[in-house]
């Protein structure tokens, strides 16, 4: 399957984006990415180990903690901390990762194509979702 086809069957298939590496801070496209998804009609469940709200929502400190089925893990974090990122994806039962613009990484890339998860690497959601005019399911 393209890359182009992973990214459409994952934004017509999620409804629902966690995504790990959320910033707080408004001038970062860790949450400037995570906002507009929310406007366009997206749940969000922000993962960083030090806020407590981002983009209005509870913040949980890691995918291990959030209390319900995660499915789409979106991430802002370096590619080095990618591998680690999807093995905990893996492990909490996630079947997307999505490495934001700018991040790859080939081991990460193995970890969860192996676990059967969708995966896609170094895209931007907000392009994506703008290229495709793909919003969330009512």
Request: with cysteine.
């Amino acid at each position: 399957m393209s890359t182009d086809a992973v990214v459409e069957e994952i934004l017509r298939t999620y409804d629902t984006i966690t995504v790990v590496g959320a910033s707080a801070n408004p001038a970062k496209a860790a949450n400037e990415v995570p906002a507009h998804m929310q406007h366009l009609g997206w749940r969000i469940i922000p993962v960083n180990p030090t806020a407590d709200e981002i983009v209005g929502e509870k913040v949980y400190r890691t995918l291990a903690d959030i209390p319900e089925q995660v499915g789409l893990v979106d991430v802002f974090r370096p590619s080095a901390d990618t591998p680690e990122i999807a093995r905990q994806a893996v492990a909490a039962g996630a079947t997307a990762l999505w490495l934001q613009l700018g991040i790859s990484s080939p081991e990460a890339r193995e970890i969860a194509e192996s676990a059967g998860l969708l995966y896609v690497e170094d895209r931007c959601l907000i392009i994506e979702q703008r290229r495709t005019g793909i919003t969330p399911s009512a």
